[in-house]
T-cell receptor, first 110, second 118 residues
């Protein structure tokens, strides 16, 4: 079952950075933090993942606290197409299945 | 490169009937997964294939569900007989095995099949 806590919803202004928090206070040393999102009527889409270092790709940045108990997904310049449900998932290194929680519904407003 | 495809996109059947969902993974992906979201609930894992072998079927709800992946390419998920509580969206995902194991492996999802059992 999901081991993460996320706010149920948040709004963001178009063009501004969106900072999505995730609490995973019981994370263990061999567990990765993954972020997926689901845009309405589509399948979940991989965004980014990390173990302990901060990560950046073309979609987003992932900031993981030093104690690894929480993380923040940053969408640097949110667009209307970023409106979606965002899932923070903690995944043990040898477990293939993804455990989705309720996620955060992010609405980007013009 | 084509993504994960699923067929049909929608299916409406009556209780007691049989439905077969199909998933075509990304070419070359040995790992194939089925997930589902039933009404009002979270997305849940059903099972995992590695090529044609079932690696983990711990999420399969009961024996009315049968998944196959003959030849290690496409997969089917059959529900027989369908019940009202089977209504929901069924997602398929695939991935390529990565060095470092599951923790470094990215799953790519299809658009899902929306099943409605009346």
């Amino acid at each position: 079952d999901a081991k993460t806590t996320q706010p149920p919803s948040m709004d963001c202004a178009e063009g501004r950075a969106a900072n999505l928090p995730c609490n995973h206070s019981t994370i263990s040393g061999n567990e990765y933090v993954y972020w997926y999102r689901q845009i309405h009527s589509q399948g979940p889409q991989y965004i980014i993942h990390g173990l302990k270092n901060n990560e950046t790709n073309e979609m987003a940045s992932l900031i993981i606290t030093e104690d690894r108990k929480s993380s923040t997904l940053i969408l640097p310049h949110a667009t209307l197409r970023d409106t979606a449900v965002y899932y923070c998932i903690v995944r043990i290194y040898n477990d293939y299945k993804l455990s989705f929680g309720a996620g955060t519904t992010v609405t980007v407003r013009a | 490169e084509a993504g994960v495809t699923q067929f049909p996109s929608h299916s409406v059947i009556e209780k007691g009937q049989t439905v077969t969902l199909r998933c075509d993974p990304i070419s070359g992906h040995d790992n194939l997964y089925w997930y589902r979201r039933v009404m009002g609930k979270e997305i849940k894992f059903l099972l995992h294939f590695v090529k044609e072998s079932k690696q983990d079927e711990s999420g399969m709800p009961n024996n009315r569900f049968l998944a196959e992946r003959t030849g290690g390419t496409y997969s089917t998920l059959k529900v027989q007989p369908a019940e009202l509580e089977d209504s929901g969206v069924y997602f398929c995902a695939s991935s390529h095995p990565r060095q470092g194991g599951a923790g470094q492996e990215t799953q790519y999802f299809g658009p899902g099949t929306r099943l409605l059992v009346l």
